[in-house]
DNA sequence: GCCTTGTGAATGAATGTTCATTCATGCACT
DNA sequence: AGTGCATGAATGAACATTCATTCACAAGGC
C-alpha cells in the first residue's frame, strides 16, 4: 500500500463516518481504526481535524464541480442550463447520499459560514457557474427581478429540503418526479 | 427571583450561546455563568443538556405555531393562506435570526433526525397547518401533482436557503423584494 | 550476494484539555 | 430545626494531539 492509498482510505471513512455520524461522534481514534492506521497516521497526511474536515470538503466540491461540466449544455438556453444543472445536482446527491449529509453538516458548521464569507468575496468555485447564468438571464430579462441570493435561494432551496427528505427515505421520486421538480424551480426564478 | 425566572433565563442564555457558537461550543458551564446561576443549578431545571436543547426547540416551536395563527386568514383562498405563511414565517426569522440558527442546527443534528422522523408519523404541530392547505388545493386542482414532501420543499426551501443568506448579512429585502419571494414559491408550488 | 547503516513512515501509549454531571455543603425562609 | 433551593469544586469520561520508539526497506560498501 502507497502513501495515496492511505490518504485515500482516510478521507474515505472519514466522509462515510463523519457523514452518519456527525463531527462530533467521529473521533479521530475511530477514524484511524476504520481507516486500519494507527491514530497518530491520519497526522502524518493532515494537519488537524480540521484540515482533514476542509480537505474532504474540497475534494466533494471539485467532484461535483467537474460532474456538473460532463455534459453541460454550453450551446443551450439559458432555461436548458438551468434545468440540466438542477437535475444534475438533484440525481447525484440521491446517489450519494452520504455526500449530501457531509456537505449539509459542514455548510451548518462555523467550517461553512467562513467558507461561505469567502466564496462570496470573488472566489470562483461551482457556483460560479450558476451565477454566469442568472447574469446572463438578467440580461435576457428572463428571471424575476430579485438579488442574486435570492435567486439562488429558490434555485437551490427547494433541492436540498427535498434531499434531506429523500435521502431519509420520507418519499420516492421517478424521472417524471423529478423533472416536473426541476421545472417548479424554474417556475420560481423565471418571470 | 422565583423558579420561573431562572428557568427562563437559562433557556434564554442557551438560545443565546447555541445559536452563535453550536452546541459543541456551549459548554453547561458557560450557560450557567452567562444565565447568572451555578452550573449545578441547571440540573435543577433540566435532566441533562439533552433535555435543555429539546426543550427549547419545543418552546421555540410552539412560540412560532402560535405566530402563525395570530392573523391566520382562516377565511382566505388557499393561495391566501399560503402567502400568508411564507410571508409570516420568513418575516419572524428575519426578525429572530438567533431562533433561525438555533433551529438550524437542531435539524442539522441527530436531535433533528429523530425529531423529523415523529413528525411523519402523524404529531400534529406548526406544519400540519401547511399540510392542510396541501390537501385542499390537492382537492381543488391548484399545486402541481408531487408528493407532499416535495410540495414542502418547493414552499419552504427556498425560504431557508434565503434566511441564511439574509442572517449572514449577504442581502437586504425591502417588503416589495419580500411579497415578490414569497409569490415565487407560489409560482413553484401552483399548476 | 551479504552486511551495515540511514531514512522516514507508522505506531499507539501518554498527555493535557475540555466537558457534562454529581454531591457534600451552605443558605434562606418557614 | 427543617425544608428545599443553590452552589461550585470534584469527578471521570472522551477527545485531539504528541512523540519516543519500532520497523521496513533501500543504498552503499565489502
Known amino acids: 500500500m502507497n502513501k495515496t492509498d492511505k490518504r485515500a482510505d ?4 472519514a466522509l462515510n463516518l463523519i457523514a452518519q455520524r456527525g463531527f462530533h461522534d467521529s473521533p479521530m481514534a475511530l477514524i484511524a481504526q476504520e481507516a486500519g492506521v494507527a491514530a497518530g497516521t491520519i497526522y502524518r497526511y493532515f494537519e488537524s481535524k480540521d ?19 460532463e455534459e453541460y449544455p454550453a450551446d443551450g438556453s ?11 445536482v438533484l440525481t447525484y446527491f440521491m446517489d450519494h447520499p452520504l455526500h449530501f449529509r457531509f456537505m449539509e453538516q459542514f455548510f451548518n458548521s462555523p467550517y461553512g459560514i467562513s467558507h461561505r464569507k ?15 447564468i442568472f447574469q446572463k438571464g438578467i440580461e435576457e430579462q428572463i428571471p424575476k427581478n430579485l438579488p442574486m441570493p435570492a435567486m439562488y435561494a429558490l434555485a ?14 420520507f418519499l420516492r421520486l421517478d424521472d417524471e418526479a423529478i423533472e416536473q ?3 417548479a424551480c424554474w417556475d420560481a426564478v423565471k418571470k
Chains 1, 2 share one sequence.
Open 181 to 183: 421538480f426541476t421545472q
Open 78 to 88: 439559458i432555461r436548458e442550463k438551468f434545468l440540466y444543472i438542477n437535475r444534475k
Open 10 to 13: 482516510i478521507i474515505d471513512v
Open 156 to 169: 437551490f432551496g427547494p433541492l436540498i429540503t427535498l434531499l434531506r427528505d429523500y435521502i431519509l427515505g
Open 51 to 69: 484540515d482533514l474536515i476542509l480537505t474532504l470538503n474540497r475534494e466533494l466540491e471539485n467532484r461535483i464541480h467537474e460532474m456538473i461540466l
Open 118 to 132: 469567502e466564496k462570496l468575496l470573488g472566489k470562483s468555485d461551482s457556483n460560479s457557474i450558476m451565477i454566469d
